[in-house]
């Protein structure tokens, strides 16, 4: 049977799902600490316009992604935007869970009016 991905646009509760999705994306690299992504997560969604989707599998986050808009002066003012930090849980990949959340960010970062988005690798 086929996963149902939920991709919503992650609060505080979810932050420890994704540091877990982050271990798969870096795991050679500590993780920062609870309360360090606390204040992190906090200061990343002072860029208007910005978040981090996560896609749930059954209650289990199976992908995620950041999108940054950044203000900007050019181009008549309009934004443009940062796709980074994509990983999909090694139990979801090929499914098109890392496709539907990036998909997500896109649409948001149009919905915000940005004139460009970039993903970052």
Known sequence: MKNILKVTIAENDDIPSILGLYRELHPNIAPVSDGDAQVIFRNFLLYAGSGVFVGYADETAAATCALVVVPNLTR??????IIENVVT???YRNQGFGKAVVSAAISTAWERD?????LMM
């Not at 008549?76 to 935007?81: I, L, Q, S, T, V």
């Not at 940005?114 to 970039?118: A, E, I, T």
């Open 114 to 118: 940005c004139y460009k988005v970039m």
């Open 89 to 91: 849980a090694l139990a």
């Open 76 to 81: 008549g003012g309009k934004p443009y935007a």
